[in-house]
Each structure stands twice: as structure tokens, then as C-alpha cells.
């Protein structure tokens, strides 16, 4: 019922910089979160970073102070704004998100309930 499309990805030099974004499309109702995780090759997936529905936002710490996640409420679009990137950041990246009727009481972490395919971000030295 609902899609998110991620794009953006790609391959840069460490020290260089890549936006992504993620637009949902379907049958929308409210937007409760909204997040980035990634996932590198033998590990588990993290989070990186996420944006509630009151505006909170949170930051793995090794990402804290070099990526930067927003929203535009009237594209339905998330984005993450990456600087600084190094080569531990290589992985592929997932756009997810709480979509429901209704939010319910205000929850950390976010419940997601639909989640992108995937980017690729490759950082090479």
C-alpha cells in the first residue's frame, strides 16, 4: 500500500559528501517516524538516524555531527545530508518508516512498518 523510494547513492573519495533522499507514495495517512539504517556485508543492520513525528531527531554517534536528517512533509520526503564521508560508511543505506492511522503514544525507537529496497554508498581513500 505504501512505497519508499530511495536515491542518491552512489561512490565518492572519503572527505566527500552525498545527499540521499526517500519519497513515499501509496496510500499514506500519518507519518509517525522516519529513519535511515544501513547495513554493511557479515553485520547487522543500524540505525543511523531518525525523525519523529514531533521533530525529535537522533544520530548514531559515529555519524553525530556529519550527517544531517530532514523532511519535507509536503514532498513526503526524507533526506540525509552525509559530509565528511570515510570509508566505514560503505554500506547499503534503508529508508524506513512508522506509517499509521494514528501514532499513538510518542515511542523511541520507531515501530517501522515499511521499509525502502536499498542504496548503495561505496566511500573509497
Known amino acids: 500500500q505504501v512505497q519508499l523510494a530511495e536515491s542518491g547513492g552512489g561512490s565518492v573519495q572519503a572527505g566527500g559528501s552525498l545527499k540521499l533522499s526517500c519519497t513515499a507514495s501509496g496510500h499514506i495517512d500519518n507519518i509517525c517516524a522516519m529513519g535511515w539504517y544501513r547495513q554493511s556485508p557479515g553485520k547487522e543492520r543500524e540505525m543511523i538516524s531518525s525523525i519523529m513525528s514531533d521533530g525529535a531527531t537522533s544520530y548514531e554517534a559515529s555519524v553525530k555531527g556529519r550527517f544531517t536528517i530532514s523532511q519535507d512533509n509536503a514532498k513526503k520526503t526524507l533526506y540525509l545530508q552525509m559530509n565528511s564521508l570515510k570509508t566505514e560508511d560503505t554500506a547499503v543505506y534503508y529508508c524506513?518508516?512508522?506509517?499509521?492511522?494514528?501514532?499513538?503514544?510518542?515511542?523511541?525507537?520507531?515501530?517501522?512498518?515499511?521499509w525502502g529496497q536499498g542504496t548503495q554508498v561505496t566511500v573509497s581513500s
Open positions: 524506513a518508516a512508522e506509517i499509521r492511522e494514528q501514532c499513538g503514544d510518542w515511542h523511541f525507537p520507531p515501530v517501522n512498518n515499511y
